[in-house]
């Protein structure tokens, strides 16, 4: 086994931090948190280490959850040195990297790229135990590295398949789009923006647009209960794809994607009426369609449309998911990103944005203009380009509307 101290298992409860751990000789000792796990086994976090305290709010996130837990605990000092979030997903499809060092595992209904090392000491453990989940249809639970979506423990699941395509809801719940003025549209991206989440401190009632790499769906699906709230009925555009975006909110300053989803809104332009996207990690206000299309990377990828009640959908008419009333789905899953975004933010390459990444905007910005090499261009490209701006994609969507 690659990692001999790790453990997969659900938290049973966590001691308040009046315990004390015990220090070597010529240490102080610290206080800490003690964890038990379902299975008995116990592990300690040290609260004389930042990031623990970070940690044992996840995990309490994660025990009243009943979602289960990868930790890795030294030997020695009893001490968690690491974190993860094991998924419960189904395998889709599997397929070897262009190099061959890996193979690319699709874990629905994830929309970021997985991969599967050759290096991996129990890569053909793993890689047999994906392939048996995709042929039979059952699920598996899967942890991932924090950064890279790198597969490090598999675990088959003794539970039935997951239920294939669910019944469409009512037709009451889907009714026509509801069309808004543009500064309406706007209003709307305003309200569901403002609830981005804080990179530190996060709320439980928080949107992470702020972690990219996945989660699109249930975002998307939280946007649209708050546009139904407030009284305007939206729709959905998905697009499938090899997808590719720079931003600012991941420590490699990009993302890859095999798709992507937002709401949009049916705008009235005068005469006539328009669809816009509204997508908070991607842009600063609401875009046309073709512009959404645009960043993403990919100009042979399928863009299709949807009624707001999907939850998720695969690409063409397969695979359909639709969450219940209540939005379980829905807040499972925000729950989810939300931890991911905390962990990220303990973790030692900080709370995005990260700076390290702003190189890019110029490039970008300099393959645009050798595209349109009119002076005026040259003087306007960076207009009304904030250096504050959230996200680098945000800054990239100036730039291309201006190309």
């Given at each position: 086994?690659?990692?001999?101290?790790?453990l997969?298992?659900g938290?049973?409860?966590?001691?308040?931090p009046?315990e004390?751990?015990?220090?070597?000789?010529?240490?102080i000792?610290s206080r800490?948190v003690?964890?038990n796990?379902q299975?008995?086994?116990?592990?300690q976090?040290d609260?004389a280490?930042p990031r623990?305290v970070?940690w044992a709010e996840?995990?309490d996130?994660?025990r009243?959850?009943?979602?289960p837990v990868?930790?890795?605990i030294d030997?020695e000092?009893?001490?968690i040195?690491?974190?993860?979030?094991?998924?419960?997903?189904?395998?889709?499809?599997?397929?070897?990297?262009d190099?061959?060092d890996?193979?690319?595992?699709?874990?629905i209904?994830?929309?970021?790229?997985h991969?599967?090392?050759r290096?991996n000491?129990?890569?053909?453990?793993?890689?047999?135990?994906?392939q048996?989940?995709?042929e039979?249809?059952t699920?598996?639970?899967?942890?991932?590295?924090l950064d890279g979506y790198e597969?490090?423990d598999v675990?088959?699941?003794p539970?039935?398949?997951?239920?294939?395509v669910?019944?469409?809801?009512?037709v009451?719940r889907?009714?026509?789009?509801?069309s808004v003025t543009?500064?309406k549209?706007?209003?709307l991206?305003?309200l569901v923006?403002?609830?981005?989440?804080?990179?530190?401190g996060?709320?439980?009632?928080?949107?992470?647009f702020l972690?990219p790499?996945?989660?699109?769906w249930?975002?998307?699906?939280e946007?649209c209960?708050l546009?139904?709230?407030?009284g305007?009925q939206?729709?959905?555009v998905?697009i499938?794809?090899?997808?590719?975006a720079?931003?600012?909110?991941?420590?490699?300053?990009?993302?890859?994607?095999?798709?992507?989803?937002?709401?949009?809104?049916l705008?009235?332009t005068g005469?006539t009426s328009?669809?816009y996207?509204?997508d908070?990690?991607l842009f600063?206000s609401?875009?046309?369609?073709?512009?959404w299309f645009d960043v993403q990377?990919d100009?042979?990828a399928?863009l299709?449309?949807?009624?707001?009640?999907i939850?998720?959908?695969?690409?063409?008419s397969?695979?359909?998911?639709?969450?219940?009333?209540a939005?379980t789905k829905?807040?499972?899953?925000?729950t989810t990103y939300?931890n991911?975004?905390k962990l990220?933010?303990?973790s030692?390459?900080?709370?995005?944005?990260?700076?390290?990444?702003a190189w890019?905007?110029?490039?970008i910005a300099?393959?645009?203009?050798?595209k349109?090499?009119?002076i005026?261009?040259k003087?306007?490209?960076?207009?009304?380009i904030?250096?504050?701006a959230?996200t680098l994609?945000?800054?990239l969507?100036?730039?291309?509307?201006?190309?």
């Open positions: 086994m690659a990692r001999p101290n790790a997969v298992d938290i049973s409860n966590l001691s308040s009046r004390t751990l015990e220090a070597r000789p010529g240490e000792p800490a003690t964890v796990f299975g008995g086994r116990s592990g976090l609260l280490i623990s970070v996840v995990l996130s994660l009243q959850a009943n979602e990868y930790v890795e030997p000092t009893n001490v040195t690491e974190l993860l979030l094991p998924r419960e997903v189904r395998v889709g499809a599997i397929t070897p990297t190099t061959g890996a193979v690319e595992v699709e874990l209904i994830s929309q970021a790229r991969y599967l090392r290096t000491p129990d890569f053909q453990q793993f890689f047999n135990i994906l048996t989940a995709q039979e249809g699920p598996v639970l899967v942890t991932e590295t597969i490090i675990k088959s699941l539970k039935p398949p997951l239920e294939g669910e019944a469409p809801p009512p009451s889907t009714p026509a789009p509801t543009l500064q549209a706007q209003d991206f305003n923006s403002a609830k981005t989440c804080a990179p530190t996060v709320p439980s009632t928080c949107i992470p972690y790499e996945n989660g699109c249930a975002r998307a699906h946007m209960r546009f139904i709230d407030a305007v939206p729709e959905k998905w499938y794809g090899n997808l590719h720079a931003t600012q909110n991941s420590p490699s300053c990009k993302v890859g994607w095999i798709y992507h989803v937002a709401p949009t809104l705008v009235s005469a328009e669809v996207v509204i908070p990690s600063l609401p875009v046309r369609r073709v512009i990377g100009s042979s399928a299709e449309s949807s009624d707001a009640s939850f998720y959908k695969s690409k063409g397969g695979y359909v998911e639709y969450d219940d009333a939005y829905t807040q499972r899953d925000l939300r991911q975004l990220r933010s303990a030692s390459v900080g709370p995005p944005p990260y700076s390290s990444c890019k905007v110029k490039a300099a393959r645009c203009l050798s349109n090499p009119p005026s261009v003087r306007d490209i960076y207009a009304g904030s250096p504050q959230r994609r945000q800054q969507a100036v730039i291309l509307s201006r190309c």
